[in-house]
């Protein structure tokens, strides 16, 4: 009798396990099909803009960390943020982009870093491409510039404003607008300093400059014909826009920017806005409350 039941037990069992294989192949396939659609709908959905935007400018900043001039000079910045703001229209996150030695400059080794934020994304992309927006064609962060010898933004001990005008203009042209398809034919910069001045006291130091601007650049607003890495960070532009591409648009800028000797590093805080008004407030919210580490 009892080698009758363990007979039974073990042919039982080996008619289970196909079952069982079949069971485990089933939820296994579930799960790849639902990862799959996650992550097509991620790759693909506009309702996912701005998670895919920020995933892929955080990736792309941790791949630049080591080499930027910020890591080099050894200034870690505490930068606020949309999340610090109930309500803000800037993003969560500050983006991180080293263009190396790829920069306007007297052809003296040196190498930028750029640490930046632009508006929050609704409907599908930022409102970096809504004109009714607050932060339509709207950056601020901060640049950090390192030469080989001397202080950028210096000549002959005098503030060489053209040199950091250029750097700006480099910024919103050859990075945000090639990104965006724009053709060098039609990028457009042109800007009148309206004040130079002692800045505020940030951070901790009482030697920052301020620079204030009138600014005449194309903005993002052109028609799609086909796909390019600038959407990947600010979305597809808007399909119903029946306007010019890249028009050119009145905007206002900002600069503070001190030479630190102790880390041979010029650093730039800059915002560029549409007002005059929210130059003024994002100064006061954004940029004078940095803290270096």
């Known amino acids: 009798m009892g080698n009758i039941k363990v007979g039974n ?5 080996i008619e289970k396990r196909p079952k069982a294989i079949k069971k485990k192949y089933l939820i296994l396939s579930l799960i790849v099909f639902i ?8 790759l693909f959905s506009a309702s996912t803009a701005g998670l895919r935007s920020d995933l892929a400018l955080q990736v792309q900043g941790l791949s630049f960390k080591q080499e930027s001039v910020f890591n080099q000079v050894g200034l870690k910045l505490d930068i606020p943020t949309g999340k610090d703001y109930s309500g803000s229209g800037w993003c969560q996150n500050m983006k991180l982009y080293h263009p190396g030695e790829v920069f306007p400059h007297d052809g003296v080794n040196g190498e930028m870093s750029i640490l930046y934020n632009f508006g929050r994304f609704e409907n599908g992309r930022s409102t970096f491409y809504d004109p009714d927006s607050d932060y339509f064609n709207a950056h601020y962060g901060v640049y950090a510039i390192k030469l080989g010898q001397g202080a950028f933004g210096w000549k002959n001990g005098t503030l060489d404003v053209a040199a950091i005008v250029k750097v700006v203009s480099f910024d919103q042209l050859d990075l945000v607008m090639e990104s965006l398809g724009c053709p060098s034919s039609q990028r457009h910069f042109d800007y009148q300093i309206t004040d130079i001045k002692e800045g505020p006291e940030m951070a901790g130091f009482s030697d920052w400059i301020q620079i204030d601007a009138m600014i005449e650049t194309n903005s993002p607003l052109h028609h799609q014909t086909e796909n390019l890495i600038g959407y990947l960070q600010y979305g597809t532009p808007p399909k119903d826009y029946n306007g010019e591409d890249f028009p050119v648009a009145a905007t206002m800028g900002r600069l503070y920017l001190r030479y630190d000797e102790t880390r041979n590093v010029t650093v730039i805080y800059f915002v560029i806005e549409k007002t005059q008004e929210l130059i003024d407030q994002t100064s006061k919210d954004y940029l004078m409350p940095i803290q270096w580490n």
Do not use: C, E, G, T
């Not at 037990?9 to 069992?13: D, F, G, L, S, Y």
């Not at 990862?35 to 991620?42: D, Q, R, T």
């Open 9 to 13: 037990n073990i042919k039982n069992h």
């Open 35 to 42: 990862i799959s659609f996650m992550l097509v709908f991620l």
